[in-house]
């Protein structure tokens, strides 16, 4: 099955890409970054992550499958003065890279987009030094929680498993990083595996969070997946949408993303 990425590029999308930093997506990581490192990241998006992870190391070489956003990813390097970085197109269930040529290869919430997510980390560990490192983190949709409760945003979580579940994809990641390490043929005494959460509660964050879903329910790649494989139609999703809209306006609105991370020493 060819994989598709559940999300696309809508602005709506790249809005939340964007916000992301090495602190808040992959702070679990950085202790092990050394000045002299090269690293490798796969699935880089927009790039943001990628630049601020370029000030810990070496160099930094970020990789996604799509020509558009790896031109949004090198307008941020430009942007920040970040010289220590490039970007390349690939595949992650392929990747260009000769064996043992990174210190560490680093994906943030792809595994859950792959169809074979054993596979990637198969490669990932392929292109790690001995002595290196692989890096992982995804996100877990059936652990996120959200109050208050809500029909049109639990419509919307059963919604988004399906539509993923037609894709061959895995939404609930997280859960998952150890047994597909494991199943990848890594050492279980090399394997380090833990959790952590993005949480939104202020008004900023509550009006961010719940807009850009808002949007992408009815407007992204989510949106034409969901009604190509008849999940939903248009008034569903404008459902899960004033949903998404009505929570964000509460004042007591709390929503948790909890993901999986994990380390893998090759």
Not at 79 to 86: F, I, L, S
């Amino acid at each position: 099955m060819t994989t598709v990425y559940v999300h696309g590029h809508h602005e709506s999308v790249l809005r939340a890409h964007r916000r992301r930093t090495a602190a808040n997506s992959a702070g679990y990581l950085l202790p092990h970054l050394r000045p002299d490192h090269t690293l490798l990241d796969v699935g880089c998006g927009p790039g943001t992550v990628t630049v601020d992870l370029a000030r810990h190391v070496r160099h930094v070489t970020g990789l996604d499958a799509s020509a558009a956003v790896l031109d949004v990813a090198r307008g941020a390097a430009a942007d920040a003065e970040v010289t220590n970085v490039g970007f390349e197109q690939g595949d992650a269930l392929a990747l260009p890279f000769e064996d043992d040529s990174m210190d560490v290869v680093h994906a943030h919430q792809v595994l859950q987009h792959l169809t074979d997510p054993v596979a990637a980390l198969r490669e990932m560990g392929r292109v790690a030094r001995p002595g290196g490192l692989v890096a992982v983190r995804d996100a877990d949709y059936a652990a996120m929680t959200w109050y208050p409760p809500s029909p049109g945003m639990t419509e919307w979580l059963e919604l988004y498993h399906e539509v993923t579940a037609a894709n061959g994809v895995e939404a609930d990641a997280g859960r998952r990083l150890l047994s597909w390490a494991r199943q990848a043929g890594f050492d279980a005494e090399r394997l380090e595996a833990g959790a952590d959460t993005w949480c939104y509660t202020t008004p900023e964050d509550r009006a961010w969070w719940s807009g850009l879903w808002a949007e992408r329910v009815t407007s992204s790649e989510f949106a034409r997946q969901a009604l190509t494989h008849a999940l939903a139609d248009d008034v569903a999703l404008e459902v899960v949408a004033d949903g998404w809209r009505t929570w964000g306006a509460a004042p007591d609105g709390w929503f948790a993303v909890l993901h999986g991370w994990l380390l893998v020493r090759v």
